[in-house]
């Protein structure tokens, strides 16, 4: 008798071991599940302290300035501000550099712009940067996809390459118009001074 009950005994720790080791795998398989579902998004930031010490009413009215301001370069629309966050979303225009293209990704470049400000300071961050063709035949969707959302048939690596790069370029067209109305001091500067 004291061998049987030996043997139920390992029989049962032996059954409630691979219970647990694979109750145990399940999880980490879930676990994996959650962080391959989550993508990495490129988010562009920049914090910037400005040395007018300026309120966060006064930086307001500058990003308002900023939203209001049309661009030669790209069309802002969706534009909203609350608080001390004004956003909008930007478009720009892409086409092809060469006469003929084998794939015609001609369409547009868009992204997320939200500019937050505080006293003395503000960020702003660019993301949500996507391509859409206007065909809809060769839309790359977000530059963070390895490989173009209509697939490499339509857009090569080389060509989703390109777009990408103009895509980060047109980021830092954005972020070099923003910088110099955000620091012009409009409280000081009433204009026409003798």
């Given at each position: 008798?004291?061998?049987?009950?030996?043997?139920?005994?390992?029989?049962?720790?032996?059954?409630?071991?691979?219970?647990?080791?694979?109750?145990?795998?399940q999880e980490q398989k879930k676990e994996e599940d959650e962080f391959a579902v989550k993508k990495t998004e490129t988010k562009i930031f920049e914090v910037i302290t400005l040395p007018d010490s300026?309120?966060?009413?006064?930086?307001?009215?500058?990003?308002?300035?900023?939203?209001?301001?049309?661009?030669?370069?790209?069309?802002?629309?969706?534009?909203?501000?609350?608080?001390?966050?004004?956003?909008?979303?930007?478009?720009?225009?892409?086409?092809?550099k060469i006469i003929n293209p084998e794939i015609d990704y001609t369409g547009k470049i868009s992204m997320k712009l939200v500019i937050e400000c505080k006293v003395g300071r503000y960020k702003y961050t660019i993301s949500d940067i996507k391509h859409t063709s206007k065909n809809g035949k060769a839309?790359?969707?977000?530059?963070?996809?390895?490989?173009?959302?209509?697939?490499?048939?339509?857009?090569t690596e080389i060509?989703?390459?390109?777009?990408?790069?103009?895509?980060?370029?047109?980021?830092k067209k954005v972020s070099d118009e923003i910088k110099p109305i955000?620091?012009?001091?409009?409280?000081?500067?009433?204009?026409?001074?003798w």
């Open positions: 008798m004291n061998s049987t009950f030996k043997s139920i005994i390992i029989c049962f720790v032996f059954i409630s071991s691979n219970q647990i080791f694979s109750q145990t795998k300026a309120d966060q009413k006064e930086l307001n009215m500058r990003a308002d300035i900023w939203l209001k301001k049309e661009s030669n370069s790209y069309k802002k629309t969706n534009g909203s501000q609350s608080n001390n966050k004004t956003e909008c979303t930007i478009s720009f225009q892409i086409k092809p839309t790359g969707g977000s530059i963070d996809n390895t490989v173009p959302e209509c697939g490499t048939m339509h857009i060509e989703w390459k390109k777009i990408k790069g103009e895509a980060l370029q047109n980021v955000m620091a012009y001091d409009t409280a000081n500067n009433t204009g026409d001074e």
